[in-house]
């Protein structure tokens, strides 16, 4: 078994900045695809952005140019820079990835961190 675990949610003012970073541990192997999503009252959970084990990123539309993905694969831990923040990236931020252990290749939820954004 793994777990992941979020921190750096936080409120902040239209146009600040939030680090969120995101660390797996347990039973890992080896680290595939991951991503932070996020769910805004009212809608569904959407990927936000993605990373591969190469480095290899994916944004959505509307984070382009505000947000940046990284990962330290040596600390199993992926970040998301996010800058000129906007009252809709109001949500609740949820770390994603594939962990492949052993014998299994299993795709884990963090438990969701809060980023609130007041005009």
């Known amino acids: 078994q793994a777990q992941l675990v979020e921190s750096g949610g936080g409120f902040v003012q239209a146009g600040g900045s939030l680090r969120l970073s995101c660390a797996a541990s347990?039973?890992?192997?080896?680290?595939?695809?991951m991503g932070w999503y996020r769910q805004s009252p009212g809608k569904q959970r959407e990927l936000v952005a993605a990373?591969?084990?190469?480095?290899?990123?994916n944004y959505a539309d509307s984070v382009k140019g505000r947000f940046t993905i990284s990962r330290d694969n040596a600390k199993n831990t992926v970040y998301l820079e996010m800058n000129s923040l906007k009252p809709e990236d109001t949500g609740v931020y949820y770390c994603?990835?594939?962990?492949?252990?052993?014998?299994?290749?299993?795709?884990?939820w963090g438990q969701g961190t809060q980023v609130t954004v007041s005009s």
């Open positions: 347990g039973r890992i192997r080896s680290i595939n695809d």
């Open positions: 990373i591969t084990s190469g480095g290899s990123t």
């Open positions: 994603n990835a594939d962990i492949r252990s052993k014998f299994t290749l299993i795709n884990y």
